[in-house]
């Protein structure tokens, strides 16, 4: 089965994701300082197979921990989730320590079981991440790139999708959108549930990520797109 450690120093927090991965089946266990944390993770021989740490800690901060971790278990995967840092430039400082995923709070259920999935289904030999659909535009949401599995899901062109509105590939909404668009481009971590309407497909259901570019180019927003349930197979 496999473990989760959670850390999370307010007990109320550490319940709820405590019940939410237990019902999914996985293997819990909790820690609520970051001494703990270390010595479960680095004084054993059977490390827990990903960590979900908390930032803000008692006696240190989730990045300390996590490059400690990564330093010592670089395959080991961890989970950072805040709901007091929830900036990108946070969300970037956390992925250059490395974090294999940085998610702020509220969260939903679905959402962490997912993240946590998608990094450990993979086996010691695999060299790549799960693929995930990115596209970068402008503040006001023209495209200026997507990736491959992103110009899929638009069922678009790579080569035809810059200089689009990517807003107008959604179903209704966009006002809403509009807004979020607005705080990535203030600095901060937006996750939003919309509709995306591919080029001449049907609409689906899609969990949308905004944040300011993670290279930190001036102007450019990322957008992380993934299917509720997945489209494509890794």
């Not at 999708?161 to 668009?181: I, K």
Request: include cysteine; charge should be negative.
């Amino acid at each position: 089965m496999t473990s989760i450690l959670i850390v999370e120093d307010h007990a109320p927090a550490r319940f709820l994701r405590s019940r939410v991965l237990t019902d999914a089946g996985y293997d819990v266990t909790e820690s609520g300082s970051a001494h703990d944390t270390l010595d479960a993770v680095l004084s054993t021989p059977t490390p827990p197979s990903l960590v979900l740490l908390d930032v803000g800690l008692p006696d240190g901060n989730g990045f300390d921990v996590c490059e400690q971790i990564k330093s010592a278990r670089p395959k080991l995967p961890v989970v950072l989730i805040s709901a007091v840092y929830r900036s990108s430039q946070s969300r970037r400082e956390g992925i250059n320590i490395g974090a294999d995923a940085y998610l702020v709070e509220p969260t939903a259920p679905g959402r962490l079981i997912d993240v946590i999935r998608r990094l450990t289904i993979y086996d010691d030999e695999s060299t790549s991440a799960a693929p995930v659909a990115v596209v970068r535009t402008t503040a006001g949401g023209v495209i200026l790139s997507v990736n491959d599995l992103a110009a899929r899901l638009l069922n678009i062109a790579e080569r035809a999708a810059p200089g689009r509105s990517l807003l107008m590939f959604f179903n209704g909404g966009r006002v809403g959108l509009q807004g979020e668009l607005a705080r990535a481009a203030a600095g901060h971590v937006c996750e939003v549930t919309a509709v995306l309407r591919p080029r001449e497909k049907r609409p689906f259901t899609v969990r949308v990520d905004l944040a300011t570019a993670p290279d930190g180019r001036p102007g450019e927003i990322e957008w992380i797109l993934e299917p509720t349930p997945p489209r494509f197979a890794h």
